[in-house]
């Protein structure tokens, strides 16, 4: 299914796509190298040390986090209005890998309280002394790697969807949505091959995993929020 013209629900969708992941990008990547980074450690009692001195400021980045999934849902809303009408189906199969994508990072915060709760020692756990429950809360923070990854895997999958409809629909720079299309497959492809593998990493470097992906939704972003959908969209192909 082709469209014809680009209605203004389209373009309005479209603004908020840009900005629904400029806001959650400087959200993520304040949480993560801002506060949780800096907090969480290789060390599990300079971690616990770490957690418990400046437990305000780790509730706070478990936050974020939280508000980082709503603007996902908002990002798959207006993704989804702007590429129905190229194809509803793949649209919809990109929305739903959104969604998972977004439950991971929910999961993860999780997992921070979870720690937390831990190295707090509730009232269920007063059997363990402190250093068994900071083994444990260690582990918890630690499953948020593989958790991650799981993510990323669907992260790349809806991407590379995506991508491919933007291609298809020339609503933005085919070159832009051709680098899309492999930057996000290359991500999933990374991501599974981490779980076959678990020394990939020293094949392809944890930091090129999610780079390349990470850059085409920012110049997206950038190409929505300046340009705008291409005039025509699939309408100046046919012709």
């Known amino acids: 299914m082709t469209t014809s013209s680009i209605d203004k629900s389209q373009r309005t969708a479209a603004k908020v796509v840009a900005f629904a992941y400029l806001i959650t990008f400087a959200t993520v990547v304040y949480v993560h190298y801002g506060i949780l980074w800096r907090l969480i450690t290789e060390n599990v009692a300079e971690t616990a040390r770490n957690i418990l001195g400046h437990e305000q400021f780790f509730r706070t980045g478990v936050a974020l986090n939280i508000l980082y999934c709503a603007g996902i849902f908002v990002l798959l809303t207006a993704l989804y209005v702007v590429l129905k009408p190229v194809n509803k189906g793949l649209a919809l199969l990109a929305a739903f890998w959104w969604v998972v994508y977004a439950f991971t990072w929910l999961f993860m915060s999780l997992n921070y309280f979870d720690a937390l709760r831990l190295l707090k020692g509730a009232d269920p756990l007063q059997a363990f002394d402190a250093q068994r429950l900071q083994a ?58 981490l779980f076959i593998n678990p020394h990939f990493d020293k094949i392809v470097g944890l930091g090129w995993f999610d780079t390349p992906i990470g850059l085409f939704d920012l110049a997206l972003s950038f190409w929505l929020l300046f340009k705008g959908l291409k005039p025509s969209g699939t309408a100046e192909a046919r012709a």
């Open 136 to 193: 444990l809360a260690g582990f918890t923070l630690h499953t948020n790697f593989d958790i991650y990854y799981i993510g990323l895997l669907f992260w790349g999958l809806a991407s590379t969807v995506c991508a491919c409809l933007w291609f298809k629909s020339r609503y933005i720079p085919r070159a832009l949505a051709a680098f899309g299309v492999v930057s996000s497959a290359f991500a999933a492809v990374c991501s599974f091959a």
